[in-house]
């Protein structure tokens, strides 16, 4: 093995000008640790968010960002997949990446690099809101505001497979697919008020946050919940409990419960990942700009190897 690989690096904060390929060592594994030799990583909103200073703490430069990878191991040849780290730095937009061991599970047999690489952040984000925090069972309504997006069109799916009525929200150009993901019923927030046409809902996955979450909880049944990816908002809070209604936050990590049934999921055929392009890592920064341009369907992928 070389002592050195290819990874795109940023040198400071900034646009996605900012990133660029360079020749760095390859990181050794310590104790609990596994090399793995990259495929694909799976490029999500986080990542330009910290490029551009605005996402997870960066300590030092050059930094190499990415968390979703799917790959080798390269002491065993096991395939595996993940996101390790997070929200500390992984460094998945290398040819090698170092990972906890508890942190991978092993890449869903018949499936491909690229479809593993696109699904651990996305995949263990929904799981956690729907189940961890949303507390979903069987037989409740669910709304999915922002279906066709990384984390709504895997939640849609997620929640259609426990059993719920499914509701989804997209533009007019993504109804056919949020339905053919398992949404009973997609309603166009571009064109009508979603809180003015839905009710009687037991929770509502939000994906975009601010003025959207707080109007939202007009479709909540007494006693419903609201769980956003947006973060702590005071306001939504009190919202929420002048109306006998509960709020939560999910803030991703990683998960071996959801790594594990996501992995289930893909291996038997019952979670589909929409990849919306695929790069080879030369093209990091148009990836970036395609996702910071967004109304991305699906996701974004890396081709490493």
Do not use: C
């Amino acid at each position: 093995m070389a002592d050195t690989m290819r990874a795109a690096v940023i040198d400071a904060f900034g646009p996605a000008e900012a990133l660029r390929i360079a020749e760095v060592p390859v990181p050794t594994p310590g104790e609990g640790e596994v090399l793995v030799r990259v495929h694909a990583a799976g490029v999500n909103a986080i990542d330009w968010f910290s490029r551009a200073g605005q996402g997870v703490g960066v300590r030092s430069f050059p930094a190499v960002l990415g968390w979703d990878v799917s790959g080798t191991a390269a002491d065993t040849g096991a395939e595996v997949f993940g996101m390790p780290r997070f929200p500390n730095l992984a460094g998945a937009y290398a040819e090698y990446v170092v990972a906890p061991a508890a942190e991978l599970a092993g890449k869903p047999a018949g499936g491909d690099h690229r479809t593993a690489a696109a699904a651990p952040m996305v995949g263990t984000t929904a799981w956690q809101t729907l189940f961890r925090h949303g507390g979903l069972v069987e037989g409740q309504r669910v709304l999915v505001h922002g279906a066709a997006g990384g984390v709504g069109h895997v939640a849609v799916q997620l929640a259609a497979d426990a059993g719920a009525d499914v509701v989804g929200t997209a533009s007019a150009h993504n109804h056919d697919f949020v339905a053919d993901l398992g949404a009973g019923r997609v309603v166009d927030y571009t064109a009508e008020r979603v809180e003015d046409v839905v009710r009687d809902i037991d929770l509502v996955v939000d994906t975009r946050g601010g003025p959207d979450a707080l109007r939202l909880l007009d479709v909540l049944r007494p006693g419903g919940v609201l769980v956003t990816l947006k973060g702590q908002d005071d306001a939504l809070d009190r919202a929420a409990a002048a109306r006998g209604l509960r709020t939560a936050y999910t803030y991703v990590s990683p998960d071996a419960e959801a790594l594990a049934a996501v992995a289930d999921l893909l291996a038997r055929g019952g979670l589909r990942i929409a990849i919306e392009d695929v790069l080879p890592l030369e093209r990091v920064a148009d990836a970036h700009r395609t996702g910071e341009r967004g109304h991305v369907r699906g996701r974004l992928v890396l081709d490493v190897s």
